[in-house]
């Protein structure tokens, strides 16, 4: 995080720019999702302080527009102070000056307890041998999808194939919004996988996904959006291969969002049974 004294003498590009990271960056901080080494440390002034001064600075940017400018005066002036809102406020409206639009992995997500309320971190709830296989994903986006989908509906363990993009990268960390850190994974092979488990692919040609009869517990191989499986994988698939019905021209999903119907089904499957 910057010194707000230190903005004023930023490019005005670089300066929304660096203003809008940092009130992410506080966002999460204030979540206390805050990533390794991101974490609020001015220790000489209040973090509230701290975003009142950055807010200062953004009420001086003559492509504020007035209305902007009084929803986030009026948040400063009120108590007590909702730190959250005005941040998310601020870097919403700086995010529309610079022409860029919040992206679904910048969202804000705390850890939440079983009641609903946030702050509290329990140990993780998943169905145990409910495994994914992600080979050959290149994307970071992609793979931090992966991870985030696979943790938020209750898979115990994501494998990677060696030749997925690095789950540390950047872009993937971002996008899996902790899930990452949260799920662990193992780089394996396709010879590796375990054997004694059903193995089965998510891939088009298959038994369709509302007939298709999952098993107890298992490890679903996902291909990229590319190439798909590949037909190593397939032949390592001894359960057989499911397909997400569609009608659509180009009949194709984000592999994040192929992967959230099928553990749903997965899902369903298992708590019927």
Excluded at 157 to 169: A, G, L, N, R
Excluded at 211 to 227: H, R, V
Aim: aromatic share 8%; hydrophobic share 40%; net charge negative.
């Amino acid at each position: 995080m910057i010194e707000p004294g230190k903005l004023f003498h930023l490019e005005s590009g670089h300066q929304r720019r660096k203003l809008a990271l940092t009130f992410g960056a506080l966002e999460r901080d204030i979540k206390g999702i805050a990533e390794k080494g991101m974490e609020y440390s001015f220790k000489e002034i209040p973090r509230s302080e701290y975003i009142i001064k950055l807010c200062n600075v953004l009420l001086k940017d003559p492509k504020l527009s007035d209305d902007a400018a009084l929803e986030i005066q009026s948040l400063i002036n009120s108590t007590p102070l909702d730190e959250l809102r005005l941040c998310n406020t601020a870097r919403n409206h700086l995010l529309k000056i610079i022409g860029t639009f919040p992206a679904e992995w910048d969202l804000i997500i705390a850890p939440h307890n079983e009641n609903g309320t946030t702050g509290t971190v329990l140990e993780r709830n998943f169905y145990k041998g409910l495994c994914i296989y992600a080979e050959d994903i290149r994307s970071p986006f992609n793979l931090g999808s992966i991870f985030r989908t696979a943790e938020g509906l209750g898979a115990e363990k994501v494998y990677i194939s060696p030749f997925c993009v690095d789950p540390e990268h950047p872009r993937a960390v971002r996008s899996a919004m902790g899930c990452i850190e949260t799920m662990g994974y193992e780089r394996i092979s396709l010879e590796k996988l375990p054997k004694s488990v059903p193995i089965f692919a998510l891939e088009t040609g298959g038994t369709d996904l509302n007939d298709f009869i999952f098993p107890k517990n298992g490890i679903c191989i996902i291909g990229s959006e590319e190439l798909g499986v590949s037909p190593q994988a397939l032949q390592a698939a001894t359960y057989g291969t499911v397909t997400i019905p569609m009608k659509g021209l180009k009949a194709s999903l984000n592999v994040g969002v192929a992967l959230g119907i099928l553990m749903q089904k997965w899902i369903d499957s298992i708590k019927n049974n």
